[in-house]
């Protein structure tokens, strides 16, 4: 169901500022302790209440992560963001354990937090 994006795409596009929102939809002391850069933090169970408040474009293209490729929050948040009309959802399903090791660095000052 979820558009995924690779590690490769979503690196090139925040590198290159490309005009994305890049979600961790982990609780907020996972986001606080290390995030990918330019993230903002909307966590799962704050979907429905708060995404129409920090996602306001539908049309946006939206990326969602979490902790790894174990971790199943990105998806079904992708399902809820698309199920409220987002037409441009894609999850990167590798989230943070594939970012770390492909040698880059979390941000761990703070963005904008949903709670």
Known sequence: MSNEISYEELSSKIQAGAPLTLV???????FASGHL???INLPLNAVPKTAPELLP????EVVLYCAGPTCSNSHVAARELVQRGYANVRVFSGG???WVQAGNALEVASVEVAS
């Open 24 to 30: 961790e939809v982990l609780p907020e002391r996972y």
């Open 37 to 39: 850069p330019r993230a």
């Open 57 to 60: 474009d539908p049309s946006r």
């Open 96 to 98: 943070k354990e594939a």
